[in-house]
């Protein structure tokens, strides 16, 4: 047996060489690769996450120093930007950093686990407790003015103060820990430096001797394969123009030998099938061929082309049957559509419909039954139109409902074809004789799901499915002339009743037409007293302030008086707590909840409330009224709201100023008599001076009604006060 040195055998063993070559360099950039990615993980996911959680740790500590520094000298108010934060900070942001700290600690050393458990140890039960202190301490306004919690909170914040000694502590021990974990990834980095420099070089190496063999290989393929191939060349180039050569290749013991055996083959084959291709383009669709294999993608093409062909003749055959038909059936229909709009009448229009369907269908005798459904207790099928029936009396023939064919097709609403008639069912007379037909008909008249009627008609010949349809497309037409032309006679009959009744209609017009003009001004005045109740609307509106709140307390809406009261926009009070919005004291906060007990039983109150605001304290008194809805349950309360601010401030003065009677060991009868004493001095003064001339009239008055105004107004505020005693 001569020895086969394949092409393929030739490939392996080029081919092995470099496959070796790359396996071996793959296996070394992978396991490099590797290494460097396991260290490139631990820098990303441990060290660099770590040094960045620990500078936010230390922005944190610094940022509470800073900002318990300002809520002990700075923000006195509550509710600042930077109590907010300072809040934010321990509830928020610590927790947070802690928590993301708390995987990557099992990563660090022994000694940096020791102090950031410190560090956390100090900040959670020592540093923020003592934060929190000093915000119990200080949070509110008068808490600042109080010198002992002052006294107590100040030395804590300052240089060398508790606060600032545990917070230097932590930040040391911080600091130390990130410079410590910063060295171990500076160490870390330097490693993956100098172990991609190495890969680098090995790299390098690798890919000269990858080249150096794969020049090797390529060598030694062109020298054993190229002078065949560019032969095979020359021929696929020559059969690319479509020219079959006459010259064969030679074939060799190899794989392009193969490929020239086949190449021979192929030509051969190729002949056959240009052969082939011209009986089918003559049309010769019985021409024996056969596919080289099933693989054969040419031969099996030409047997599916000429499949195709003869298919694609068979199917324009068809095609051409359709049209027609398609033709027949809108002619038909145009022919019907003339038929239909011509009738006046159901008698006239059956026996055209009835004649002419004879006619298209090609049929010799038929008949039309249409419902007689003017008495309702006596609901039938009458025959009002027949061709080519034997004798004229079928004209009056009466049918049921659900009596024979007739009945059965109106019943089930469905088309009825016989191709088998029973015997003397009817019978077709000619002058020839008589004789019982082949095929019977029935459709019925269907229009918006409504049965009008049916049409019947028989024949020698069957009829075709595409006739049937036809007949029943055109039996809506019918269907919905018939109901047009019933009616038309219906109308006709309703018309002549209208006639009759139009006297009566007439006469209660008039009757109408005067009680339209007592309900008119009925309407004017209800549009007047309507106007009047919104001017007055209006006017409280615009007078008071008013505002609407659920049972729940919360408060659905505002006008622009209640808003100008409290310094606000109506949007900053819609849907706040009403409670939320006032001052209550202890002693108010029983009645004020026992007045929205009482809402939900639909009792009034009214109420004198203070409201801080930012240009201080608004006294409103509140009249609340509880509002019902459709089915009787109260669902909101509306109160109309008066700025009372003025008389609570002058009783403020009254008391303040009986205060300091007691102050002085006044009693408040003592200083009433006082003053009626020191107003009698004034009159007698004034009289003295009027008679010795000493000042001019005008300066007179104005001196002493300066001072009777001031007498006056104190005892006024005397007497308010004795009355409030």
């Known amino acids: 047996m001569k020895l086969r040195f394949t092409l393929v055998n030739r490939l392996y063993l080029a081919f092995g060489f470099v496959t070796i070559a790359v396996i071996f360099s793959s296996a070394l950039t992978f396991f490099t690769l590797k290494s460097n990615k396991r260290i490139s993980e631990q820098v990303a996911q441990i060290y660099t996450p770590s040094i960045v959680y620990l500078n936010d740790l230390i922005n944190v500590v610094n940022d509470s120093r800073m900002l318990i520094k300002n809520w002990v000298y700075i923000e006195q108010k509550t509710q600042t930007p930077d109590k907010i934060k300072l809040q934010n900070l321990h509830d928020l942001e610590f927790p947070k950093i802690t928590e ?24 959670t039960d020592t540093l923020f407790p003592m934060h929190k202190n000093i915000m119990e301490q200080l949070s509110t306004f008068d808490s600042y003015d109080d010198p002992m919690v002052i006294f107590e909170v100040r030395p804590m914040v300052e240089e060398g103060g508790e606060v600032i000694i545990y917070t230097d502590q932590v930040l040391h021990k911080l600091v130390e820990i990130r410079s410590i974990i910063n060295q171990k990834s500076e160490e870390v980095n330097f490693d993956l430096i100098e172990s991609m420099d190495k890969f680098q070089r090995i790299i390098l190496l690798m890919g000269l001797v990858l080249i150096i063999v794969s020049l090797s290989t390529a060598y030694f393929i062109s020298r054993v ?5 560019l032969r095979l060349r020359e021929f696929l180039l020559l059969m690319t123009k479509g020219v079959l050569p006459d010259e064969e290749m030679k074939v060799s013991n190899d794989e392009i030998g193969d490929m020239s055996r086949a190449l021979n083959q192929f030509v051969e084959s190729m002949k056959f099938t240009s052969q082939f291709a011209l009986g089918i383009g003559k049309g010769d669709f019985e021409a024996s061929f056969e596919a080289l294999s099933d693989e054969d993608i040419l031969g099996n093409s030409l047997i599916t082309m000429r499949e195709d062909l003869k298919r694609a003749h068979d199917e324009e055959l068809r095609r051409k049957r359709e049209d027609e038909i ?8 145009a022919k019907f559509g003339d038929i239909l709009r011509q009738s006046s009448n159901i008698d006239q229009l059956a026996y055209s419909v009835v004649e002419n369907v004879l ?4 049929a ?6 249409v419902i007689e459904d003017s008495d309702e207790t006596d609901k039938h099928f009458r025959l009002v139109a027949a061709v080519a029936y034997g004798r004229r009396k079928m004209m009056t023939r009466r049918c049921e409902l659900e009596e024979g064919l007739v009945g059965r097709c109106a019943f089930e609403k469905a088309t009825v ?25 029935l459709i019925p008249l269907i229009a918006n799901d409504v049965n009008y009627g049916v049409i019947e008609i028989a024949s020698f010949k069957t009829f075709e499915d595409y006739q049937v349809e036809f007949l029943e497309q055109v039996s809506e037409n019918i269907a919905g002339t018939l109901s047009t032309v019933k009616i038309n006679e219906k109308t006709a009959r309703l018309l002549e009743e209208s006639q009759q009744k139009g006297e009566e209609l007439s ?4 009757e109408m037409r005067q009680n339209m003009e007592e309900l008119q001004a009925t309407q004017e005045e209800s549009a007047r007293r309507e106007v009047e109740m919104r001017e007055i609307f209006e006017a409280i509106n615009n007078t008071s302030g008013n505002i609407e709140i659920d049972l729940a307390g919360v408060i659905t809406s505002a006008n622009d008086k209640y808003a100008q009261m409290l310094h606000l926009k109506v949007g900053e009070i819609v849907g706040r707590e009403h409670k939320n919005l006032v001052k209550i004291n202890q002693k108010q906060e029983t009645r004020y909840r026992e007045m929205w007990e009482g809402f939900f039983s639909g009792i009034p109150a009214e109420f004198d409330l203070c409201y801080p605001t930012s240009f201080g304290d608004i006294w409103l008194r509140e009249t609340y009224t509880p509002l019902k809805n459709e089915s009787g349950d109260y669902v909101k309360v509306l109160a109309l709201v008066v700025d009372v601010t003025d008389n609570k401030t002058k009783d403020k003065a ?38 010795e001339h000493e000042i001019s009239e005008e300066e007179n008055r104005v001196q002493f009604e300066s001072m009777k105004m001031q007498i006056d107004e104190l005892e006024e505020r005397l007497n308010d006060t004795s009355k409030d005693d």
């Not at 010799?364 to 039954?369: D, F, K, N, P, S």
Request: with cysteine; charged share 30%; net charge negative.
């Open 100 to 123: 993301r700290i708390e995987p990557l600690k099992i990563h660090w050393g022994l000694e940096e686990n020791e102090q950031i458990t410190y560090v956390e140890k100090v900040l």
């Open 225 to 229: 394969t190229v002078t065949p191939i």
């Open 326 to 333: 398609r033709s027949w059936k809108t002619q038909g229909m």
């Open 359 to 362: 006619e298209y269908m090609g």
């Open 364 to 369: 010799i005798q038929g008949a039309m039954y």
């Open 417 to 441: 074809y016989l191709k088998q008639v029973p015997e003397n069912y009817v019978r077709i007379t000619s002058g020839l004789g008589d004789d019982n037909p082949t095929v019977i008909l």
């Open 507 to 510: 006469a209660q017009e008039e």
């Open 654 to 691: 009254i008391h303040a100023y009986k205060r300091e009677l007691d102050e002085q060991g006044i009693s408040l009868k003592q200083a009433i008599e006082q003053v009626s004493a020191l107003k009698e001095q004034c009159e007698q003064r004034e009289q003295e001076l009027l008679k």
